[in-house]
T-cell receptor, first 118, second 113 residues
């Protein structure tokens, strides 16, 4: 199906473990984003990617690693999970400029991954 | 102080009511204003996109921007139970190309049948 998917949808892990969240989009959008959503903080940008092999830090990158070897995939890895990383994680994608002239402020979000770190 | 402030609610209204959702912001560089709707356990989806000041209408939804007051609103007419969701305001400084988006924390709306 076309769109943006995330896996797993739910994940429980323990402090110190490595966890990878997957994101896949079928639109061939150049930009992809990872956000975390926490009560009282809203959506905060972790990392984003402008194209394959081009990534950059967002607002809260510490403790996270990303890669983008293919345009359609943008995995997020928590190298050593901490309780403070318990959150809902959203992946999003966007065209650089869409036919309406809008840029990356028009984003399409995946369904989210609910991560609990015990 | 956050760049974008949004009352978290929850806001409960009876079906058919007019709903007003609001955000204030501090960054005068913001020119493009968006409203995203997020259903429970789903990702946000873009609902409205407006430029600068003025109103934009789309069906039962009207987005209003007052740049002089740094205040934006989303009005929902004839609210329906299906409108129950969290509404996130979002803002950017430009259009086209890479634009950093600043999101509000969201207002949870419940429309009671």
């Amino acid at each position: 199906d076309a769109g943006i998917t995330q896996s797993p949808r739910y994940k429980i892990t323990e402090t110190g473990r490595q966890v990878t969240l997957m994101c896949h989009q079928t639109w061939s959008h150049s930009y992809m984003f990872w956000y975390r959503q926490d009560l009282g903080h809203g959506l905060r940008l972790i990392y984003y990617s402008a194209a394959a092999d081009i990534t950059d830090k967002g607002e809260v990158p510490d403790g996270y690693v990303v890669s983008r070897s293919k345009t359609e995939n943008f995995p997020l890895t928590l190298e050593s999970a901490t309780r403070s990383q318990t959150s809902v994680y959203f992946c999003a994608s966007s065209e650089f400029t869409n036919p309406s002239g809008r840029g990356t402020d028009t984003q399409y979000f995946g369904p989210g991954t609910r991560l609990t770190v015990l | 102080q956050k760049e974008v402030e949004q009352d978290p609610g929850p806001l409960s209204v009876p079906e058919g009511a007019i709903v007003s959702l609001n955000c204030t912001y501090s960054n005068s560089a913001f020119q493009y204003f968006m409203w995203y709707r997020q259903y429970s356990r789903k990702g946000p989806e873009l609902l409205m996109y407006t430029y600068s000041s003025g109103n934009k209408e789309d069906g039962r939804f009207t987005a209003q921007v007052d740049k002089s007051s740094k205040y934006i609103s989303l009005f929902i007419r004839d609210s329906q139970p299906s409108d129950s969701a969290t509404y996130l305001c979002a803002m950017s400084a430009g259009s086209g190309g890479y634009q950093k988006v600043t999101f509000g924390t969201g207002t949870k709306l419940q429309v009671i049948p």
